[in-house]
């Protein structure tokens, strides 16, 4: 079955001008619609105020809904960008799609609906013109890409859809952007919002493609945020979502797959693979996700070299554990077999859990918090002159010509935790096994749990 606008319906009477309103308690949400390749996820990023969508000159690279936060004159409103309503696309999909923004336009106070200055008015957008008047949601009319006068004047062509508030603008350039802004506070209730805002644990769940990063964000939240399907590497932008936990608050990201390099031949898919690497860099803590029924790869460990790379906590969660055969000893091979191909991550817990049945996924939440308070220990330095005492001043390690010995060991920084020792060498360094022993104390005495330690290695000046 082909979904289209078409499929999007509602009774209540056409009009542009509707009521704004926001959930009480919310930020009022602001939607941007329109047909595939029109520049919006471009004027999202440039709204948000930062790259959180894909952008490309391929149809159809946003598929999932993006939420970001815009600030403008100390007011604060959600921004919501829907991927392309387009009939010839996947039926799967272009149905997961027409979901996801009938979701975005029920709790909506806006609706920027765009269009593309360069192609003219098309048939889609007629379509989608008069479906969206129904839903009886104020409309405002963004006509794209009006890059110099001459587009200018073409933008009058689009009246004819029937639309009050016309804003010509160039999301790419940021040419209108600042009157756009102006009209949509005048009709959006946004409220003021102090600068500050709480503490949150930024979760990225990162794997490759078809592992159930997806699902396991929407098993998370309760509620279907994502597209979920069959088909690998469904979800190609990464979706920021927001939940409360035991009173803590987490930002989870969610993921494109990563692929190897060799196989990924679409540009969107490349830009995936950059755009993962940046959403690690963005997390406090990662939650790597291991097929159950295919076990370890290669592709996991270099997975997870990325996180452990960046310095961040990282969670080895085996999805999928539903589907596979048990005996009394399963768990443990399985086990055995990660920490093989993982060596460099043995710091990680292991969780094993199912996306499709809840199983152990809150569990999640439970190491992340504690992987979280790990991070930013700081440790005192009565404290640490004790475990030097303890454990460093009276041992040695050799280099192939002289002892090099630690003189006194400093912490310089959290998140995650770096330590400097200071050595009585101008040219040799410790070998690599006693700093690993230095390591492993501090993670014994001090539970370092989840989180890669940083030791930094100082020479006699």
Known sequence: ???????????????????????????????????????????????????????GDQPGITRDRLHGRVRWRGREFELVDT?????????????????????????????????????????????????????????????????????????EEFRRLGF?????????????????????????????????????????????????????????????????????????????????????????????????????????????VLMAERHIERADVAVLLIDATEGPTALDARIGGFAHKAGKSLILAVNKWDLVEKDHATAARLEAAIRARLRFLDYAPIVFISALTGQHVTQILELAKKAYEARHRRIPTAELNRFFQEFIAEARATTSRRRVRVQYITQAGIAPPTFVLFLNSRREKLEAAYERYIENRLREQYEFFATPIRIKQRLRA
Do not use: C
């Not at 926001?22 to 619609?33: D, H, K, Q, T, Y």
């Not at 593309?116 to 405002?140: H, M, N, Q, S």
């Open 1 to 55: 079955m082909k979904s289209s606008a078409a499929d999007i319906t509602t009774s209540v009477p056409e009009s542009d001008v509707g009521e704004a309103h926001a959930v009480p308690g919310e930020r009022p949400s602001v939607v941007i619609l329109g047909r595939p390749n029109v520049g919006k996820s471009t004027l999202f990023n440039r709204l948000v105020g930062r790259r959180r969508a894909i952008v």
């Open 83 to 155: 991927g392309g309503l387009l009939p010839e696309v996947d039926a799967i999909i272009a149905a997961s799609i027409v979901r996801q923004a009938e979701v975005a336009i029920a709790r909506a106070a806006l609706l920027l609906f765009m269009v593309d200055v360069r192609e003219g008015v098309t048939p889609l957008d007629e379509d989608l013109a008069r479906r969206l008047r129904r839903f009886g949601k104020p409309i405002f009319l963004i006509v794209n890409k009006v890059d110099t006068a001459k587009w200018g004047m073409h933008a």
């Open 164 to 272: 009050s508030r016309v804003f010509p603008i160039s999301a790419e350039h940021g040419h209108g952007i600042g009157e756009l802004l102006e009209a949509i506070l005048e009709v959006v209730p946004a409220p003021e919002v102090p600068e500050t805002r709480p503490e949150e644990i930024r979760l990225a769940i990162i794997g490759k493609p078809n592992v159930g990063k997806s699902s396991l964000v929407n098993r998370l939240l309760g509620t279907e945020r994502v597209i979920v399907a069959p088909t690998s590497g469904t979800t190609r932008d990464a979706v920021d979502s927001e939940l409360e936990y035991a009173g803590v608050r987490f930002r989870v990201i969610d993921t494109a797959g990563i692929r190897r390099k060799s196989r990924v031949l679409e540009q969107t898919e490349r830009v995936a």
